[in-house]
């Protein structure tokens, strides 16, 4: 089922003529440029990242004053106010209403999770057969259909549960959600860049996430002083229209399916009864191959892979940062949740200028002026990107006042990297065939994390509420904990590698080469 690899760029027209290329259905003209193509999904992902974004904080706020009024809509005496009475926010920031906010945000990032590990592979295989585009629109879809359920909860609130809203991630078995979507967007920039030019697409894709996420939360933040609703319902409405940019998408399936027709399933020139049939029992094969395939990946994972496979546990814990930090400013600094957004857009241009201009200038300086292989650097670079990331959430959990938090915050943004560097060096650990197999596995540590991440920061937070004063920065000082350990397996890793000869290059010393089915082995 491997794809081919494609072509270069010069020699192969993006959107192949040939007869045995898979049909696409955009009502643009074709367009036979890769960088059209990736400036369309760049667009795109920019254009749902900042939608998702500005629906972030009013939402958070809206929950907290529903969940506010209904606690004191059963409170007696003075404290009673009725459902219809407004609440200043300030009101909203007691033990009781904070609680209640952390369970369902907890049990909404655990339940997020649960498609993404249920129904990722299958979409993958799906996007491998009947091609990239319509999948896309299936997780567009997914999540218009789910907020649409969460707007309804928020909008009915005087006679809905809010822990209805429980139910709009499981509405995500509907494309998948954002495991999904960066499926599309590294296939589609791989279907259509060549290998030399592919991590610097990734990297625009990273970015683009992160300029979304300087702009949206201060625009919100703006908005938000008439009314959440605002901001809320404007994001929705950018969500939809950016959703529209799929028909804008052309079909690159083909640049992998392009001269193996036996991949194509002869469903067409069956009779009409048995196409259903035919199709249910493509996608299952499909399956089964994928899990084959992912059982064999077993066979490539040694012991440093898989240390810096464990890795990437930590990331669904930091991907948890947008959800846990205003929160944790706007309780215990006494800030309403809309001016913590402008922390965030804060953090976010911090990011870009970590991903884009430090990192980069500092791989410069280590490759060109030190003498440093790529493999060196990226593992030095990862080692220190991580110390920031645990030192920053350290610092964010103990500080006193904003200013400090602050600073934390800025050095928690140093470790924006990790990931990615850790993703380059286990690229380099094993052979390019190897690669969807070890890809896949990653995945799986990912969607483990985010399993855990969610409940694990939330009950941290409730800890710290009742333990109260200094103690509510205990999600920060979980943060820390899993950065440190996920220090150490770096460090490890280090340690493992010592002398392994990567991609050509001799990390220390010769006494041992990477195999060819990515194992080690010691040179005689």
């Known amino acids: 089922m491997g794809p081919r690899e494609p072509a270069d760029e010069q020699q192969q027209p993006l959107l192949a003529r040939e007869e045995d290329a898979t049909p696409h259905h955009s009502i643009i003209r074709t367009t036979h440029s890769p960088r059209v193509v990736i400036g369309i999904m760049v667009l795109t992902v920019f254009v749902l990242s900042f939608a998702s974004t500005m629906m972030a904080l009013p939402t958070l706020r809206i929950y907290?004053?529903?969940?506010?009024?209904?606690?004191?809509?059963?409170?007696?005496?003075?404290?009673?106010i009725g459902l219809e009475g407004k609440i200043d926010e300030g009101l909203c920031k007691g033990d009781e209403v904070q609680n209640e906010l952390n369970i369902i945000l907890g049990v909404k990032q655990f339940l997020t999770a649960v498609p993404a590990m249920l129904v990722a592979i299958p979409y993958g295989l799906l996007a491998d057969r009947i091609g990239r585009k319509p999948v896309f629109g299936l997780v567009v879809t997914g999540y218009i259909v789910s907020t649409f359920w969460s707007l309804n909860v928020m909008w009915f609130w005087r006679t809905l549960p809010l822990r209805l809203v429980w139910l709009s991630p499981l509405l995500l078995f509907i494309g998948g959600g954002d495991v999904v979507i960066a499926i599309i967007f590294y296939s589609i920039a791989s279907d259509v860049t060549t290998e030399e030019n592919r991590a610097n697409v990734f990297l625009l894709g990273s970015c683009v996430g992160s300029l979304a996420q300087i702009i949206a939360p201060s625009i919100a933040a703006a908005l938000m002083i008439r009314s959440p609703w605002i901001p809320l319902l404007s994001g929705y409405l950018i969500l939809i229209l950016g959703s529209l940019t799929v028909v804008f998408i052309p079909e690159t399936l083909h640049l992998h399916a392009a001269g193996k027709k036996d991949l194509v399933p002869d469903i067409e020139r069956s009779p009409s009864p048995s196409r259903a049939d035919a199709l249910m029992k493509t996608v299952k094969a499909q399956i089964l191959d994928g899990l084959q395939r992912f059982r064999a990946s077993a066979s490539i994972v040694s012991i440093p892979i898989l240390i810096i496979l464990l890795t990437f546990f930590n990331q669904p814990f930091s991907d948890q940062f947008d959800s846990i930090f205003p929160r944790y400013i706007s309780k215990r600094f006494s800030w309403s949740l809309a001016k913590t957004g402008y922390l965030i857009s804060l953090r976010s241009a911090f990011n870009i200028g970590v991903l884009?201009?430090?990192?980069?200038?500092?791989?410069?300086?280590?490759?060109?002026?030190?003498?440093?292989?790529?493999?060196?650097?990226?593992?030095?670079?990862?080692?220190?990107?991580?110390?920031?990331?645990?030192?920053?959430?350290?610092?964010?959990?103990?500080?006193?006042?904003?200013?400090?938090?602050?600073?934390?915050?800025?050095?928690?943004?140093?470790?924006?990297?990790?990931?990615?560097?850790?993703r380059s060096l286990l690229t380099s650990m094993v052979e390019k065939e190897h690669l969807a197999r070890i890809y896949a596995v990653v995945a799986v540590v990912e969607t483990v994390g985010a399993l855990v991440a969610g409940p694990a920061l939330a009950g941290l937070f409730s800890l710290g509420l009742k333990w109260k004063g200094g103690w509510i920065g205990m999600p920060f000082i979980g943060m820390a904990f899993i950065h440190i350990l996920a220090g150490c397996g770096i460090w490890f890793f280090g340690v493992f590698t010592k002398g392994v000869e990567i991609n050509g290059y001799e990390t220390e010393t010769d006494d041992t080469v990477v195999g060819e089915d990515g194992s080690f082995r010691e040179i005689v």
């Open 64 to 80: 907290e004053d529903i969940i506010c009024h209904r606690y004191y809509e059963n409170v007696s005496g003075q404290g009673h």
């Open 356 to 422: 884009v201009g430090v990192i980069p200038g500092i791989s410069h300086i280590l490759t060109c002026r030190l003498g440093y292989s790529n493999w060196s650097k990226d593992l030095t670079l990862a080692q220190t990107s991580v110390f920031f990331s645990a030192v920053g959430a350290l610092v964010m959990a103990l500080s006193p006042t904003v200013i400090l938090t602050s600073a934390g915050l800025i050095f928690w943004t140093f470790g924006a990297g990790f990931t990615a560097l850790c």
